[in-house]
């Protein structure tokens, strides 16, 4: 059921089935003349019909509604094609918009696969991560081609508010968040979330992930934020989980840094078997294959971090990058 969260904002609360995330916080912007829809849900019919139901409650009319994609993953693009309207403006950047549509996308995953079968992912776990993968299955049409670029420091305008576009790289190569000045106000998509902590991984189309996470949190912690409007779960006091944020990353650098030096020569995906993850598994072997993905692109992006700090270099044999302490 929507709720009134500000004057004029309003959060539709979408399930996210079987997914560790539990929901998604859509947020409704009513305007005079025209409001704004922040993120969508998955392409599946339970986030379907939490969207709709909810849009239908508060009366919303998308032909006089548009769209803002914090970022490209499909918990947040998904129903993107069903719910436009062919009037409604759909904002994204470009990094992001080329991991959906249909010209780019399947190019950026081909490279993607390969990037996690050199970090030693078994051929039979890459085959069935990669088919499975939920970001993939539940993806909007890939035909949907209507985006309008946004960059930073661009403005948007609806509902009484100035919505000031953030540009914050890291958990997808162009993630957006959105401030509102006057009110204190962020909405931070991924990029803060407050009782779990975003995914970094690797991206073909992004160097250096996890540094441009870091320097991103910097840059947001600047700002002076009095409510966090986060994408996922509950907010919390910003400028703390910010630390916090850093804080965590520090901790694992060290932790990747220290099995490297312990055991030279390891693939990325023993490495991260040897790294410490909350969930509910007894060990590496029995974690779930999709998180067996998530983990391996979060070691990568520490490992991408540390050899350009250059505490570690990476040698490629027979296909696979093996790591080693400087």
Known sequence: M??????????????????????????LIRGKDRSLLIDTGFRQETCRRALF???????????????????????????????ASASSRVFIDDL??????????????????????????????????????PGRCFAPDPSFDRYTRLSAGDVLEVGGYRLEVLRTPGHTP??????????????????????????ITRWPNLENALGCYLRSLKQVREYDVKTALPAHRATGDFHARVDALLRHHAYRLEE????????????????????????????????PIPQKWFAVGECLSHLDLLRLEGQVREELADGRLYYYPN
């Open 256 to 287: 990747c840094l220290k099995v490297v030096r312990e055991e030279p020569g390891l693939l990325p995906f023993e490495i991260a078997g040897r790294m410490t993850w909350r969930i509910r598994a007894k060990n590496w072997e029995d974690f």
């Open 96 to 133: 992001d918009r080329d991991w959906i549509v249909g010209s780019t996308r399947f190019e950026l995953e081909r490279q993607e696969d390969a990037r996690f079968a050199m970090a030693g992912i078994p051929p039979e776990m890459l085959r069935i991560a990669s088919q499975t993968h």
């Open 53 to 83: 139901d909810g849009l239908q409650e508060l009366n919303v009319r998308m032909e006089d509604t548009d769209i803002f994609l914090t970022h490209l993953h499909s918990d947040h693009t998904g129903l993107l094609p069903e719910v």
């Open 2 to 27: 929507p709720r009134e969260v500000m004057r004029n904002i309003y959060r539709i609360p979408v399930p996210l089935p079987n997914n560790p995330l539990r929901e998604l916080n859509c947020y």
């Open 174 to 199: 162009s993630h957006l968040c959105l401030w509102m000045a006057e009110q204190q106000v962020m909405f931070t998509g991924d990029h803060v979330l407050f009782d779990i902590t975003p995914n």
